[in-house]
C-alpha cells in the first residue's frame, strides 16, 4: 500500500523550508515519548505548533452521545480504520452498523485547518491503519509514524528536552485516556444514553470477529479497536507491556488535571462552532 502523504523527504524539505506546519500527535504518545519534551522536540525539527487530539476526541463524543441517544439498533465505535476496514471488507453486512462520526484524528485536522487555515496538519500515527484514513483526509496534509519519527529524532540529534511547555492550544483532560481500550465509552458519558450491560468494550481483532460472527443481540454499543489493548498496542508503538503503557496514559492524565492551563489553550465549544463532525458519506462509502 501506497502512502503518499508518509513522504518523509517531503515533510523535512517542508520544515527546511520554514513551511509552517502544525504536528497532530495521536493519543498514544504518551506510551512512546516523553511529555513536554515531545513538544520541544517536534519543535526543534521545524514543527511551529505541536497539538494533541483531546480536544478532537470530545467533540467526536459529543456526536457518539447523539447518534446512540437516537439509535435502536447496534452501532458501532468508528475511530479505528483497522476496525471499519475490517468491517466493510468480510463482514458488510454490519457497515451500516459504524459510526458516521469523525475520528479525533480527523476532528482536530479540520479544527486546526479553522484556526490556522494557512498552516499544513501531520498526523503524528501509531499504525498503518491511521495512515490510510490521513490519506482520504484533505485536512491531513501529511503523515508520519511514532518509528519515522523517532528516526528523524536520532538523525537530526535531538534529544529529550527538559523544561515546560505546553501543547498549541485546544487542550482536554479526560479524554486522554482515548487509546487505552474503553477509552470512548468511559468518557462519552453515556450514563442514561445506554445501559451498562448494552455496551461491549472489545480489543484485538480477532476478539471484534468472534463477536461479530456470534454477536449478542442485547449489545447496542460496540466500543471496538484493532489493537490489543487500544491504540498503546499499535504497530508502530514500543514493545513495553500494556499494561506499563497504561500506567503512563494514566499518570499523564493524573498530571493533566493539575495543570493549569491559560484559557486560550482549553478545547471550549465554541472553538468548534459551525465544523460538522458528522456526515451521512464516511471515507469508507466512497
Ligand atoms: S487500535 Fe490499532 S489499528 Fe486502530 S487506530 Fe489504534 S493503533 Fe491504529
Known amino acids: 500500500m501506497q502512502f503518499p502523504k508518509n513522504n518523509i523527504n517531503k515533510i523535512v524539505s517542508e520544515l527546511k523550508k520554514e513551511v509552517k506546519m502544525i504536528g497532530l500527535v495521536a493519543p ?15 519543535r526543534k525539527l521545524g514543527f511551529d505548533k505541536v497539538t494533541e487530539l483531546t480536544f478532537g476526541a470530545k467533540l467526536v463524543n459529543r456526536e457518539y452521545h447523539k447518534k446512540l441517544k437516537n439509535s435502536k439498533k447496534l452501532l458501532i465505535a468508528t475511530p479505528c480504520p483497522g476496525i471499519v476496514d475490517v468491517i466493510v471488507k468480510k463482514y458488510p453486512q454490519y457497515k451500516d452498523n459504524l459510526i458516521k462520526v469523525d475520528s479525533p484524528m480527523v476532528a482536530t485536522a479540520k479544527i486546526c485547518k479553522k484556526y490556522y487555515p494557512k498552516h499544513k496538519t501531520c498526523f503524528i500515527s501509531p499504525c498503518n491503519y491511521k495512515k490510510i484514513e490521513a490519506e482520504v483526509t484533505p485536512e491531513v496534509d501529511y503523515v508520519i509514524d511514532y518509528s519515522q519519527l523517532k ?5 537530526y540529534k535531538i534529544k529529550k528536552i527538559k523544561g515546560d511547555i505546553l501543547f498549541n492550544k485546544f487542550y482536554n483532560d479526560y479524554t486522554k485516556i ?6 470512548l465509552g468511559k468518557t ?3 450514563k442514561g444514553v445506554v445501559k451498562k450491560d448494552e455496551v461491549l468494550t472489545i480489543d484485538g481483532i ?9 454477536p449478542d443481540p ?8 484493532f489493537c490489543k489493548g487500544g491504540c498503546i498496542g499499535g504497530p508502530y508503538t514500543s514493545k513495553l507491556p500494556i499494561l506499563l503503557k497504561k500506567r503512563k ?9 493539575t495543570q493549569d492551563i491559560p484559557e486560550n489553550k482549553k478545547g471550549i465549544l465554541k472553538k468548534a462552532s459551525g465544523i460538522k463532525f458528522a456526515s451521512n458519506k464516511m471515507y469508507w462509502d466512497k
Open 178 to 183: 482515548y487509546p487505552i481500550s474503553g477509552g
Open 218 to 225: 442485547k449489545i447496542k454499543f460496540l466500543d471496538v479497536l
Open 151 to 155: 528516526q528523524l529524532f536520532k538523525k
Open 188 to 190: 462519552a458519558h453515556l
Open 206 to 214: 480477532k476478539n471484534v470477529m468472534k463477536f461479530l460472527e456470534n
Open 28 to 42: 498514544s504518545f504518551i506510551a512512546d515519548f516523553k511529555y513536554p519534551s515531545i513538544i520541544f522536540r517536534l
Open 249 to 257: 496514559i494514566l499518570k499523564y492524565l493524573k498530571k493533566s488535571k
